[in-house]
């Protein structure tokens, strides 16, 4: 009888308590609500491209920790996933994993164009070829504050 006290008392610790907390090793991280940001900018883009779903995606992070982007980008007909920075990382859009520390945006043909939650502490940076993302701009203009 005693060990089942202590079973529930563990499993309401872990359900209630704990159930966040990256200390316990049964937690589910969601998907941050952040990510619907990130596919909506995604789509955008690829509207805004000549190319449509044919543009370049290239997703890359470290242990394939890009889930749930296969399902919202599955129309996506040149995408290439990787997990780590492969020797040419340049499509017209790349989505990179913060944790690699990419900066690919320094070569002066692509632009940052936002850093984006996945789950709780990790990121995700955006990346935009420069004349895909002024036609990006021209087809959604910035709004006025």
Request: proline letters at 8%; a negative charge.
């Amino acid at each position: 009888m005693e060990d089942c006290c202590i079973w529930v008392w563990e499993a309401r610790q872990l359900t209630t308590v704990y159930a966040a907390d990256q200390r316990n090793p049964y937690v589910y991280a969601h998907t941050s609500p952040d990510l619907a940001n990130l596919v909506e900018r995604l789509q955008r883009l690829l509207q805004s491209s000549p190319d449509g779903n044919q543009t370049v995606v290239k997703i890359i992070a470290p242990d394939d920790d890009y889930w749930p982007l296969p399902w919202y980008l599955r129309k996506c007909a040149k995408i290439g996933w990787y997990s780590t920075l492969p020797q040419d990382p340049y499509g017209q859009i790349m989505i990179v994993s913060s944790r690699l520390d990419a900066r690919l945006d320094e070569k002066g043909t692509h632009l940052m164009a936002g850093i984006y939650q996945l789950r709780p502490q990790v990121f995700l940076e955006l990346y935009v070829e420069l004349n895909l993302w002024k036609a990006y701009l021209v087809r959604n203009p910035p709004k006025p504050d």
